[in-house]
């Protein structure tokens, strides 16, 4: 079961370099989610989709963008890579439930993108 | 969403069962209580979750106090791989504009040991 695939596992960049990080996910989920967590600080989310062809903004998306062209993958891209973008960056899929349940299903994560950006 | 309080750290030895409590006194009646884990170097894993009634799953056991204030959740015999940082988040079970957003606090660091 591969579940949730992250992409690469990590990656060092110099700043103003950009580049993809890539989600794939196999169990058919409608909604991804990008993630980063810094040291103490949790994970904050960054963008989201809830299906294909739409995203949104999370808490901190500035300096990301998104896309969502098929339903089983979410690429997470950084245009001009700065040194505060250095993080774990999780990826997460989860269903949807129905009705009032909506958003209750659990997310299921990836075992993250490690990047460095010098 | 409600905030929670969780000890830093736990210590539970092999075999034994491991309680981790959580502390949500400002919940609200649409919320719900999930946990989560996170092995060193791996992604969050979802655990188990409810709203008002205790649930079981095969990973554990979630018991929630009848004001819904706060929650336990059991792992029935932890092994040296349960060593993890446990995270209880309350979460608002809406529709529309309510995105599903997980807030990870800092967790319970439990360590087993043999």
């Known amino acids: 079961n591969a579940g949730v695939t992250q992409t690469p596992k990590f990656r060092v960049l110099k700043t103003g370099q950009s580049m993809t990080l890539l989600c794939a996910q196999d169990?058919?989920?409608?909604?991804m989610y990008w993630y980063r967590q810094d040291p103490g600080m949790g994970l904050r989310l960054i963008h989201y989709?809830?299906?294909?062809?739409?995203?949104a903004k999370g808490e901190v998306p500035d300096g990301y963008n998104v896309s969502r062209l098929k339903k089983q993958n979410f690429l997470l891209g950084l245009e001009s890579a700065a040194p505060s973008q250095t993080s774990v960056y999780f990826c997460?899929?989860?269903?949807?439930?129905?009705?009032?349940?909506?958003?209750?299903?659990?997310?299921?994560f990836g075992d993250g993108t490690r990047l460095s950006i010098l | 969403d409600a905030k929670t309080t969780q000890p830093p750290s736990m210590d539970c030895a092999e075999g034994r069962a491991a309680n981790l409590p959580c502390n949500h006194s400002?919940?609200?009646?649409?919320?719900?209580v999930y946990w989560y884990r996170q092995i060193h170097s791996q992604g969050p894993q979802y655990i188990i979750h409810?709203?008002?009634n205790n649930e079981t799953n095969e990973m554990a056991s979630l018991i929630i106090t009848e004001d819904r204030k706060s929650s336990t959740l059991i792992l029935p015999h932890a092994t040296l791989r349960d060593t993890a940082v446990y995270y209880c988040?309350?979460?608002?079970?809406?529709?529309?504009?309510?995105?599903?957003?997980?807030?990870f606090g800092q967790g319970t660091i439990l360590t087993v040991h043999p």
């Open positions: 169990m058919n989920h409608e909604y």
């Open positions: 988040i309350v979460r608002v079970n809406a529709g529309g504009t309510s995105y599903g957003k997980l807030t």
């Open positions: 409810g709203l008002k």
């Open positions: 997460a899929s989860s269903s949807t439930g129905k009705g009032r349940a909506l958003w209750n299903q659990p997310q299921h």
């Open positions: 400002t919940i609200s009646g649409n919320e719900y």
């Open positions: 989709s809830v299906g294909e062809g739409t995203t």
